[in-house]
């Protein structure tokens, strides 16, 4: 059978790894060594906690925690209950954090201790999710229960819901099965030539999509071992590299870009990296890697929470120059499409729409919201509000976002989410959040706001303001002010002329002006 075709569960992989390779090691968390059977035996134990707290199947297991074992140990066990995992970013706080404890309807929560004083916030009266308990990480040593029978799990059953930013509203939860999960640790594996020799090293966070799937899942379908890192640090990188002995990279291309530009380290020498994935990456940074480092590179993909691998390159393909690898057409059937649903002609742009080839290889939709999910699925197409061109041969070459959402060092900004929080500032009249190039790649965050004819702030007051509300990864880099913004006739503002004007003489920048926040 066609290993596209072949559909199972996350908690069955990890069962098949423990029956053929129990005691090796599975994950590193900077030198905690995991092997597959403690990872099944601590889960079952916590599973038996969560039960005793009322965790049934289906229910929604919220979590703030950083890249840890714990974090991994709770994903498991809320899946052997039938539940449904929900990490939350670790940057969210305040309405971000309760939107999303809300939304899902989490009946858990488990934050890291050094989060705890997020909860009141978070729970604030009035708008205050509906938890039965909630529980800081630490306390996760002492979670058992008497033994419980096996929940039966099917391969379309969901396993975590994964929240990506809004457009046009609050962010939404992207409904995840089991089966969508492996299917995607499968392409990258085979995108990536990936064999049971392999160690994989990631900063990436436990709370998106690619960390759980190409770490926490692939590695029980690949075989080999992963490293998961708390942070990312440039002085400790290689340090890890030289320790954890890793032979695949699996990064953000902004990571990449800082290694490449860093100095030598002492240990740079005598790595045994075979490839770094990253994307987006420049061609001078895959020069300096492969060039500088002797390390292949590979950055030739695209995917979103929703639908991944829509873009990726064969084994042993080349990849063109800024092309994001081959249309994906095992899995998916992937196509562009004017805004009158037409097939646009080779070269011209259009909308990355796809469906699937088989059950489950993709989202399920939007968490209690069917609109959204029906109008994402035009026409039997799942649109991806992303623009692009694909040439003779197959290539995908990345465009546009059609959306107003941004996407700043990995992580998607909902510019709804945003202004909102702008919009409570006394001193607002009018805003809009909106992209501007990243020297890095990918987007910094500009605000261009209109004050109050009776109020007075200054972009940096502004900006420390707005720094208290919005997770780090969220604070503007620009601010300008404006007598008015552009709009169409109907008044609603044209953000395509704001991303057209860029950063103006007129742009407050705050790494100029020296004003830099510590990440929490």
Known sequence: MDESAHRTTITAALADRV??????????????????ARMDQESRRIARGLAILGVN????????????????VL?????????????????????????????SGAVVFVIADEFADRIAEACEQGKAPALQAILLASALAALDGPEINDVTVDPSDLACLIYTAGTTGPSKGCMLSHNYVVAMSRQIARAWQRTPDDVIWTPLPLFHLNAISICVVGTLITGGSASIARKFSVSGFWPEIRRTQATVLSMLGSLAILIANAEDH???SGHKLRVCAAAPMPPDTDRVWRERFGCATFSGGFGLTEASLLAALPPGVQNKPGAAGMLNQIEFEVALFDEHHERVAIGETGEICARPRFDDMMFAGYWDREQDTLEAWRSGWFHTGDLATVDQDGYLFFVDRKKDS????GENISSFEMEKVLFSHPAISDCAVHAVPSPLGEDDVKVTAVLRADSQTTEEELCRWVAERVPYFAIPRYIEFRQDLPRNPVGRVLKYELRADGVTPASWDREVAGVVFERK
């Open 75 to 103: 994903f498991f066990a809320t899946l052997r209950l039938g539940a449904i995992a929900v990490p939350i970013n670790t940057a969210y706080k305040a309405e971000f954090l309760r939107h999303q404890l809300v939304d």
């Open 19 to 36: 029956a053929s390779d129990p005691d090796s090691l599975y994950l590193d968390f900077s030198g905690d060594a995991w092997s597959a």
């Open 266 to 268: 002492p240990e740079m």
């Open 57 to 72: 199947k289906g229910d929604r297991v919220a979590s703030l925690v950083e890249n840890s074992a714990e974090q991994v």
């Open 406 to 409: 941004l996407r700043r060092r």
